[in-house]
């Protein structure tokens, strides 16, 4: 949901949390409302059944509950109902606003973040929610040896996180109590303050809490294994766990320490459906809607069901083509490109993103919930998002004449590196429906045009989450190429992506200029709004140039809900999501 998405995650193909923007909507043939304002009114006797929600993926969910550890959206999607311990209330544009389960207070003299907590947060064992709560997840997520992949240099704007990070000294100096550690009230010291830290999902502050007291004896590199996080966790928001199915599903129930609005329906399963059984699984009325997001072929199918309305807004979120360019040094904690890398041509990964007709992909299989994208920042983000920007949109001529240029020259069907050794190239793809499957074909059959020997990695698409133990590998040769997503977070710096010791940047690619131009996204100048801007439009120009990362598509996230289900909504500012929704019948209609 929209008010969960305050974090960068890996996805599946498809696509993510939403937000609301007319102008994002620009590459789109559909427009589709973000919410369905059911007139029918919701009774006890059907909010004491079951809320039926289908997560479209292809693989079992991992089951790690702690965003600070999780690192795809699944996770996120089957624990959304506990709230996963967010700070933060939020308007349409994700600003932090007052009214969550805590309040944020910036002070730009100071250099201060104060996060006041309210005085009756629980969580659902029943402990207080306390200062040590908002402090943890820090430590859990700068820790030498955490299995976390949300760090990035942004934190080490916090004092002392950098000393912590390097792991000389065992606290984060940045961080007092006034109250104590088990008061309600903690104060964040900055080295400097940034525009980004008055919205929600920013890089230098974690949206989240830890229950400190209940997983303080469990190592930190061992906490993502723990009963504490997989078998028995607990939770601050509406609903806690009832039961947990590893990998295939969760059901819920109301909780009762729950600070806010009490939830209406009394019972929520989320089960894992694959997608190539969505739309029957949908048309045979078996689930009230899908969280996750589905794909084109599946609107086209499910659009004109009578008993369900299509919900949805432009996605946080896009796919994109990534390019193995070095490897992760664990000891010093950065990435390093490889010179010598097969992929470190940049006429190569040029020529490969123009060889490709995603225009035509996208119009014939998106049926208007996808389209090509041109740079890597969604257009939600509609004021820094560069509409100017031409992408890679299909041009053979110029691909090979890159390829010449850069001396793979044509040894038979195929060309060979410059120094004239055979040249092969691996593409990873995640498996999925036989839609994406003739996708992939597409990609290969393009490639194979300009004369690149392109195959599957390991010789056919891989499960979802082996694909990302490869490519989250500190190093690794099994996939040159491959087609990704992701699920990003609601304030668009994109340092935890693409810094230079950033865990996500999975192709390791690093610059002086790349890393400058992220610095000034949140400098001192930045205050400025129409620097920022031009800044963040200059990033995904210089992207683009250096084809590192190539854009691939951006989209809608969307579901059918069914006409039972009342409140339901995908706006950003609807900080009540699971406690507004209710049903007006006991049956699926």
Known sequence: MAVLATLSLAACGNKKSSASSSSAEAGASVKLLDNYNNPAKANAAANNGTLKIAEAN??????????ALASNAEDSDVFAPGGEGALFNQDKNYKIINGGLANLSLNRKNNTATVTVRPNAKWSNGMKVTARDVEYPYEVIGNKATT??????DFNDIKGMAAYHAGKAKTISGFTYPKGQSGNVVVIHFNHMTPSMKFNGNSFMWGYVEPY??????????????KQIRKDPIFTGPYKLNKVV??????????????????????????????????KAIQSKKYDYVSGGLQGTDYKQ???????????SPALSYDYFGFNLGHFDTKTGENVMDPKAKMANKNLRKAMLYALNLDQVTKKFGYGMSWRANTLLPPVFTNYYNAQEKGYPLNIKKANQLLDQAGFKKKGQYRTLPNGKPLKINFGAMTGTSVQMAEYQDFLQQWHKIGLDVQFAGGKPMEMNSFYAALQAPSQNKIDVWSGAWSVSSEPTPTQIYGQDATFNMGHFVSAENTKLLNEMNGNKAWNNSYRTKIFKQWQTYMNQQAAVGPESFGYAWSPVNQRVKGYS????????????ALTSKNIQ
């Open 148 to 153: 976390s992949q949300q760090f990035s240099a």
């Open 246 to 279: 590893e990998g295939e599903s969760t059901t819920w129930v109301p909780n009762p320490d729950f600070y806010g609005k009490q939830p209406q329906i009394k019972h929520i399963s989320i089960n894992v459906v694959s997608p190539n059984n969505i739309d």
């Open 302 to 312: 499910l659009k004109n069901l009578k008993n369900y309305h299509i919900v949805g």
């Open 570 to 581: 995908v706006s950003p500012a609807d900080n009540n999501f699971w406690s507004n929704l």
């Open 58 to 67: 292809s693989s079992p969910f991992q089951g790690i509950t702690d965003p």
């Open 213 to 226: 007291e209940y997983i303080k004896n469990v190592p930190i590199p061992k906490l993502a294994a723990s």
